[in-house]
C-alpha cells in the first residue's frame, strides 16, 4: 500500500505542479489547470500504464498475486481520479472561475456597423426546398 500511495502522490504533485507553474507564467488559473492536465495526460498515463503492466508478470503468482492486483486496480482508479477530480476539486478549492469575454470583443447589435477587428455575428438560414 506504500508504494500505491507514492505513484498516486507523485502524479498529483506533478499535475499540481504543472498547475502553479502555468499560474507563474501568467495564464488566468482556469486556464492554467485545463492546459496542465492536458499537458500532464500523457506522462501521467504512460506512468502509470507502465507500473500496471509492470505488475502483470507476478500477478498470478501465490506469494505476491495480491499485492500485485491491489496496485494494479488502485493505481488505474487513482490515475482517472487524478486526471479527472483532482483539477475539478482543485477549481473548485481556490475557486476559481472560466475567464468571461472581454467586453469588447461583443458582435455588434443588429443594424449596427462592425468596427475594425470587431467580431461580426452571421447569421444563415436555410430557406425551405419545394
Same mark, same amino acid.
Given at each position: ?30 486556464? =492554467? &489547470? ?6 500532464? %495526460?500523457? !506522462?501521467? /498515463?504512460?506512468? #502509470?500504464?507502465?507500473? $500496471? ?22 493505481? =488505474? &482508479? ?6 479527472? %477530480?483532482? !483539477?475539478? /476539486?482543485?477549481? #473548485?478549492?481556490?475557486? $476559481? ?34
Amino acid at each position: 500500500m506504500l508504494a500505491l500511495t507514492g505513484m498516486i502522490a507523485r502524479n498529483s504533485v506533478i499535475l499540481i505542479d504543472q498547475i502553479e507553474k502555468d499560474k507563474a507564467k501568467g495564464l488566468h488559473p482556469w486556464d =492554467a &489547470v485545463i492546459d496542465a492536465t492536458a499537458h500532464r %495526460f500523457r !506522462p501521467i /498515463l504512460l506512468t #502509470a500504464s507502465a507500473a $500496471i503492466l509492470g505488475m502483470a508478470p507476478i500477478a498470478p503468482t501465490v506469494f505476491w498475486g495480491p499485492m500485485a492486483y491491489a496496485i494494479m486496480g488502485g493505481l =488505474a &482508479v487513482a490515475t482517472v481520479l487524478t486526471l479527472v %477530480f483532482l !483539477p475539478a /476539486l482543485y477549481v #473548485a478549492w481556490y475557486r $476559481i472561475r472560466r475567464p468571461e469575454p472581454n467586453v469588447g470583443d461583443n458582435p455588434p447589435e443588429a443594424g449596427q456597423k462592425a468596427e475594425p477587428g470587431q467580431p461580426v455575428l452571421v447569421s444563415h438560414q436555410l430557406e425551405p426546398t419545394a
